[in-house]
């Protein structure tokens, strides 16, 4: 499978905890996006990169949440001191260029305690 | 500025029938449209997509009809089928920042009964 690839799948965790999602792009993708998304809603988009440098982040990302992207393939998304108001799917998604056509995962689906 | 708004928030239709979801915007911005489909458990795929410069794109059975001025753009099924039973969302992006970055709607659950 050559799909975007997300890991955990699942994640459940105390509140206060931190936690990091992994997502694995298409290979030759070279920009990546996370969005959240909560039930009932549509994803909102959190941050992005192109290659390793991460050009934009949304204001729903508190200092709390952080990403990466080493070396400009898999990236990572760390949320530190959860909060229940964290709880949501994690979205990665690839694209070639400036594409608007996203390749999506299946998700993290985060749940805080 | 940033709001898609759609609607309705759900729809069933019977097999055969057509299938209609409608977007409104804001941000004048936006010079780029696609349809997504979700289903249970997966993440969101592109279904079709249309920039301003079209009035309408039709792939298959499925048609995004726009109009500029209004600043809406629908989404029409044809010949809806059982396994077209899914979350369909409208988005926006504007090229002067990125068209990855999208601006979804809220959702239509869409249920095609056989």
């Known amino acids: 499978d050559t799909g975007v690839s997300q890991d955990p799948r699942h994640k459940i965790t105390k509140r206060g905890q931190n936690v990091t999602f992994r997502c694995d792009p298409i290979s030759e993708h070279n920009r990546l996006y996370w969005y959240r998304q909560t039930l009932g809603q549509g994803p909102e988009f959190l941050t992005y990169?192109?290659?390793?440098?991460?050009?934009?982040k949304s204001r729903l990302l508190s200092d709390r949440f952080s990403a990466e992207r080493p070396k400009g393939s898999f990236s990572t998304l760390e949320i530190q001191r959860t909060e229940q108001g964290d709880s949501a799917m994690y979205l990665c998604?690839?694209?070639?260029?400036?594409?608007?056509?996203?390749?999506f995962g299946e998700g993290s689906r985060l749940t805080v305690l | 500025q940033q709001q898609v708004k759609q609607s309705p928030q759900s729809l069933i239709v019977q097999k055969g029938g057509i299938s209609i979801i409608n977007c409104a915007y804001e941000n004048t911005a936006f010079d780029y449209f696609p349809w997504y489909q979700q289903f249970p458990g997966k993440g969101p795929a592109l279904l079709i997509a249309?920039?301003?410069?079209?009035s309408e794109k039709k792939e298959g059975r499925f048609t995004i009809s726009f109009n500029k001025s209004a600043k809406q753009f629908s989404l029409h099924i044809m010949d809806s089928q059982p396994g077209d039973s899914a979350t369909y969302f409208c988005?926006?992006?504007?090229?002067?920042?990125?068209?990855?970055?999208?601006?979804f709607g809220q959702g239509t659950i869409l249920t095609v009964h056989p």
């Open positions: 990169f192109q290659n390793e440098a991460q050009l934009e």
């Open positions: 998604a690839s694209s070639f260029g400036g594409s608007g056509e996203l390749f």
């Open positions: 988005a926006a992006s504007s090229g002067g920042t990125s068209y990855g970055k999208l601006t």
């Open positions: 249309i920039r301003p410069d079209v």
